[in-house]
């Protein structure tokens, strides 16, 4: 794969240039974007693979839920339905894509959850139900520059921060790094714990924000229980253990089992990976799985793992909490 990566370079300032002039055409208003009198909050990236949009989103849920109506939108990425479609209790990871699913199955009493490509067209659906939210959070929309937020909020992680990257297909840019400039928050993602404040000054220093941005630092917060639908374990207590994980960075995830002193196999699959009835098979013969949530929102479903099937919830911890909560609660009441 990096051969394949170094050998595409001729094509990156292909790929720069045909990125840089699409969102040129929007920023002189050639090309326009739909704008919304209610609050509509963006979480996405600069990058391909996970930069911990998912988490965020439920950090933001938490933050919101009890004051408004609150929705989330977003592409159903894999997903085997088209158009839209809002989350009830006849949906799964097959009908709405298995992120937005974790978001209905942890969240379906208090939020809306809808899925589709077309961000402008989910919002209009989402605003014309009978009880219709008062905020929508749009999933991994940062280059959907058909719809234009009130507040984006870009994420970018410790370990690979977009102002060492470059563009596809070499790098894992989906735009070049100017395009950093729209947000209204960034936060570098997945940072290790106790950053040192030296540390984030050569961060901000290097991404050199705008007057009207702020940079926040956040972290991974991994429980001490795995979950089933009906029962919780200790990790210290878990033996025989196989780890299976198919998101985009397993590594943060291995080293804090590692941390734990825990003795366990790994499966790594590839981000959003459709489990096949031989991937299934094998895993039958495992005698315990413990599993990311969004991972879990797919193998769920097989009724032969029900029994040693467990998951690790993750939380957000975001440094500078309450200034972070400030500008999205503000955002959303003036808006």
């Not at 395009?179 to 404040?197: D, H, Y």
């Not at 030296?198 to 705008?210: D, L, M, Q, R, W």
């Not at 940079?215 to 025989?240: C, P, Q, R, T």
């Not at 029900?306 to 911890?317: A, E, F, N």
Request: aromatic content about 12%; overall charge positive; glycine content about 4%.
């Amino acid at each position: 794969m990096k051969l394949i990566r170094y050998i595409a370079f001729p094509f990156v300032p292909v790929y720069y240039l045909a990125t840089w002039f699409r969102n040129k055409l929007y920023d002189i208003g050639v090309k326009t974007s739909k704008e919304y009198e209610f609050p509509i909050v963006c979480v996405g990236n600069l990058s391909v693979g996970g930069t911990g949009k998912t988490p965020m989103i439920e950090y933001l849920v938490h933050l919101l839920k009890d004051e408004f109506k609150v929705a989330t939108l977003s592409r159903g990425y894999k997903r085997k339905t088209e158009g839209f479609q809002l989350a009830n209790e006849e949906s799964n990871a097959e009908s709405i894509g298995d992120e937005p699913f974790q978001f209905y199955n942890k969240f379906k009493e208090k939020i809306l959850v809808a899925v589709d490509a077309n961000r402008v067209n989910g919002i209009q659906n989402l605003k014309s139900l009978d009880v219709s939210p008062e905020v929508i959070l749009l999933d991994d929309a940062f280059q959907h520059r058909k719809v234009k937020a009130g507040f984006y909020i870009l994420l970018t992680t410790y370990y690979n921060p977009y102002f060492k990257d470059i563009v596809l297909p070499t790098g894992d840019l989906r735009e070049p790094r100017s395009g950093a400039k729209r947000a209204n928050i960034i936060v570098i993602t997945k940072c290790p714990n106790n950053l040192s404040e030296v540390e984030k000054s050569k961060f901000i220093n290097h991404i050199k924000p705008e007057p009207h941005q702020k940079v926040f630092f956040s972290a991974i917060n991994y429980a001490e229980k795995v979950y089933s639908e009906s029962s919780s374990l200790k990790i210290d207590s878990l033996k025989n253990v196989t780890l299976v994980t198919g998101i985009a960075n397993a590594t943060p995830l291995v080293e804090f089992l590692n941390s734990k002193e825990l003795n366990f196999k790994h499966l790594n699959f590839k981000d959003h990976h459709d489990f096949t009835t031989n991937d299934i098979e094998s895993l039958n013969k495992e005698p315990l799985i413990i599993t990311t949530e969004k991972d879990f929102m797919r193998l769920k479903q097989y009724p032969s793992l029900k029994d040693k099937l467990y998951y690790l919830p993750i939380k957000v911890g975001v440094d500078n909490e309450n200034e972070f909560n400030k500008l999205i609660k503000n955002f959303v009441t003036k808006q």
